[in-house]
DNA sequence: ACAAAAGTGTTTGAACTACACCCATGC
DNA sequence: GCATGGGTGTAGTTCAAACACTTTTGT
């Protein structure tokens, strides 16, 4: 079952960067490391690959671990190979950032694990080379989301465009312009108006929306024709 | 050394997607097998990750292996980890892809491995998952190319504008407006003109440019800011 | 002189920017 | 009735698309 006798094997670990939207923050998901190197700091969930498991299997299922969540967007957002990376092993490890709506996790966060929301603008400092995981995820995360609208992965089934503009700002950690933003939303035809109104956030109320879903499978699909669009400041 | 025993261990390869352009076609670099399994055989270039190396490392090595090549623009594009996607064993294969000059290795490639360059449009059945490879190698070239000038990587110190254009066409597979996409060009401030002309095209000549390399390697450092443009077909 | 590719300019419509006011409601 | 955030409209500008002809030079 081997030609390969002689090349060394490696440990294989998988990290997931863990994006949550709570309807006003983007965050991002930590877990209190259970055990030895580094026990008891903060670190992105992981787990080791199993012999008979894809590498993405393996991330679906650390995620399903912590989460409770199937069929939850996974992305490929790194290889971290460094030697000395893990003080206890030679590790490889491979990263997929995940995209959840957070309410969807708040009962069953923190059960085995300790696992807790940070705004991502504000989290603690983290083991091994997981703050460069986190950053690398977060470039990937803006490229992709220029190209196609997969922030709504993070949005719960009814959401209100306040709630997609506060996204928006916190992944690019930019101000919009409201008016613009709202007018290219509508004309995208991702979204479908209903008639209730979420008034926690106001006395007005905003409109609930829900994701058109075939427009939106249509654009995600979509393989890059054509556009360079890299004529910016 | 190891808290981590009952974890299973995995050899651990990296495959290159060596695009190249040759002046006139985009075109991929592969090599014929030279050893069990699956000898003789086309496939991506590629090997195992030793105990002291990167991934990174060990494609960069890879490629400066085949082509003679250092510091080449490499990016991770994929992690393939089928149980049994290698019939000789349990490999995890992580995937580079690399932008050259084709140019650049033409005295060099052949001689240990044999490897030919095969237009984009039209290369042979590679073994393994290596055709699913390429595929995703060709997306990820494509939203990296849509947001940053990384093109540039595969043209030769000096090139001419009919040059860039057929690269473009080749990476997006699509025709392109000459003159709409040569203004987008010259405003982009990546060019430089020279005084030189190309005469092996045409009787009248293009002229040569080089890269502006201030500003390429400031469009290519810039942190995304925002610019969602999925409002497209 | 003609073939073959290089290179140039204008017009039109669409999209983005910038900007200010009214709306609905709870208190 | 007023404070709070939600939502709408318009004018100016920039950018992309569509389109055809002139230039250079080798043969």
Redesign the pocket.
């Known amino acids: 079952m081997t030609l390969y006798q002689d090349y060394p094997k490696f440990l294989l670990a998988v990290d997931c960067i863990i994006f949550g939207f709570n309807g006003e923050h983007l965050e991002v998901l930590l877990v209190k490391r259970g055990f030895e190197p580094e026990i008891n700091k903060w670190s992105l969930m992981g787990g080791f690959v199993r012999e008979n498991e894809r590498p993405e299997q393996a991330a679906d299922r650390v995620l399903q671990q912590l989460t409770g969540l199937n069929d939850v967007y996974m992305e490929l957002c790194g290889a971290f190979g460094e030697p000395n990376r893990d003080y206890a092993g030679r590790v490889v490890s491979i990263c997929y950032f995940a995209l959840i709506d957070s309410k969807k996790t708040q009962e069953i966060v923190s059960e085995k694990y300790e696992a807790q929301w940070f705004p991502i603008s504000e989290f603690p400092e983290l083991i091994f080379d997981h703050n460069k995981m986190v950053s690398k995820a977060r470039r990937s995360l803006r490229m992709k989301a220029a190209l196609y609208p997969i922030l709504f992965e993070l949005l719960p089934e009814k959401f209100?465009?306040?709630q997609i503009i506060a996204l928006y700002e916190g992944v690019y950690d930019t101000a919009l312009?409201?008016?613009?933003f709202?007018?290219?939303l509508?004309?995208s035809g991702l979204l479908n108006k209903t008639s209730e109104?979420d008034?926690s956030?106001?006395?007005?109320?905003?409109?609930y929306y829900t994701l058109n879903t075939e427009v939106y499978k249509e654009k995600i699909m979509t393989f890059l024709q054509y556009l360079p669009?890299w004529?910016m400041d």
Do not use: E, Q, V
């Open positions: 209100t465009i306040p312009d409201k008016r613009n709202i007018r290219k509508s004309t109104k008034k956030g106001s006395k007005k109320g905003a409109f669009s004529n």
